[in-house]
Structures are given as C-alpha cells and as structure tokens.
C-alpha cells in the first residue's frame, strides 16, 4: 500500500481503492474511501461525481444530489453528471414547477455552461493578446488595407475578450457562491417565520434544492423553484 511522508495511504491509492469497491458493488466501502479523499482537502468533479454514484447506490437521495451539483458546478459541460442529476432529482417526492425563466438568460447559461471557468480564463487571455497583436499591426502598418485588416480584428477580439471575460467571472462565482442547498431531512417544514411555533407554509422532503437568504439564530429564509419562500432550521439543508 503507498504511503504518503506522514504516513498515510495516498489519495492515489484511495482513489483507486475507492473504484475497485465500487466495481464490486461495495457501495458503502467507496462511499468512505470517497470521503477519505474528500477530507484531505481535495475536490474535483469526478471524485464529486463518483460519490453522487456511491450514495445513489443506497438509496441515499440527498447526498447523492447533493455532490451531482458539486460535481456539475466545476465541470458544467459534463452531460454525464448533468443527466445522473436530472434522473436523481425525478425521484425525490416534491415535484415543483420552475417560474419560467426569459429565454435569453437561459441561452446565456447554456452557452457560458459549454465551458468551465479555466477554460474561459484561458481563451480570454488568449483573445486579450490576438487584440494587442492586431492593434500593433494597424498602428505600424504601411499598407492601408493591411490597417484596416488589423483594426477590424482588433475591435472583433476586444468585443469576444469581454465576452468569454464576463462568462469567465459568471463560472467563477457559480463556483464559489453557496446560495443553493439541499434538503438533507426525510421530511421537514418549511415556517412563515423562524420560530418552530410559526405557521407551517408547506414540507419538503429530501433532495429537494433551495436557494438561501438570510440566516437568524439557526434558521435560514429559503426559496423554492416555484418562488415560495419560507424559513427552514439551518440542520436541515447542506449547502452545495
């Protein structure tokens, strides 16, 4: 077994543990070699999205949601994990219809969705440069027709910089940002304020995902896809 200088089993060696209990079908044994992984810090959607495969193996919804999205957010182009997410999610109880959203933010999501932050990243600075190139060539050409060659490239990779830029900085902050969660409780009620005394306004049941608000001694204003809001107890929802 491979060691790492402290002493302990290497996450190579983990990882590959990990896919050879879960080719066995010893879903709870790749469950926590997963884990094993995960709490030393690192993370990546196919360590995220082979636990998702682990939990839903055992029947465990929520978690298995859960890292489907985790997964999804640093690989958004991944059909696998995106159609493993959608298959999970038809199996939890609480069937909510989305508010139908404008057609062009949805085109947008999809198009900056093609690609993750990085690869944005890259192929902006890669425009930001073809930009200069181009705008050196139309300052220091002779040929009149070359300068113009030059100035209309330079303005075509200026106006694709901000764009694949803007998309670069949208994927980053889907990464970093915890506004989503999932509902890890069997079932639980959601309150018209938070207090457990307060009115119930409706249950929801696990793997359901909400979108959170403001956070009040423990609790937490949620919002569901159809835009009903209330307030859930902090315990009961992981943030994705």
């Known amino acids: 077994m491979q060691l790492t200088a402290a002493g302990q089993v290497s996450e190579q060696t983990l990882w590959e543990q990990a896919n050879a209990a879960y080719n066995s079908a010893e ?34 919804l929520a978690h298995a949601i859960l890292y489907y999205h985790r997964a999804l ?14 298959y999970a999610q038809q199996s939890t109880k609480d069937i909510i219809d989305e508010i139908p959203e404008f057609f062009l933010t949805t085109w947008m999501r999809s198009l900056r969705d093609v690609m993750g932050g990085s690869a944005w990243t890259s192929l902006s600075l890669l425009l930001l440069v073809a930009s200069l190139s181009m705008a050196i060539v139309y300052l220091l050409a002779q040929r009149l027709s070359v300068r113009k060659v030059g100035f209309y490239l330079m303005a075509v990779c200026g106006i694709l910089f901000i764009v694949t830029t803007a998309f670069a900085m949208s994927a980053r902050r889907v990464v970093m940002q ?5 509902v ?11 207090d457990r005394s307060s009115t119930e306004l409706f249950v929801l049941h696990e793997g359901t995902t909400v979108e959170t608000g403001d956070e009040v001694d423990g609790w937490i204003e949620i919002r569901i896809a159809d835009g009903r809001k209330g ?3 902090e315990k009961r929802i992981e943030r994705i």
């Open 184 to 194: 890890m409780s069997s079932s639980v009620s959601i309150k018209s304020s938070p």
């Open 73 to 86: 957010r640093l690989a958004p182009a991944d059909e696998d994990i995106r159609h493993n997410l959608e």
């Open 231 to 233: 307030w859930i107890e």
């Open 27 to 60: 879903y709870a044994q790749a469950q926590s070699l997963y884990e094993a992984i995960a709490a030393k810090g690192l993370q990546s959607a196919p360590l995220y999205y082979n636990m998702a495969n682990a939990y839903f193996k055992q029947d465990d």
């Open 178 to 182: 915890q506004s989503e969660a999932v």
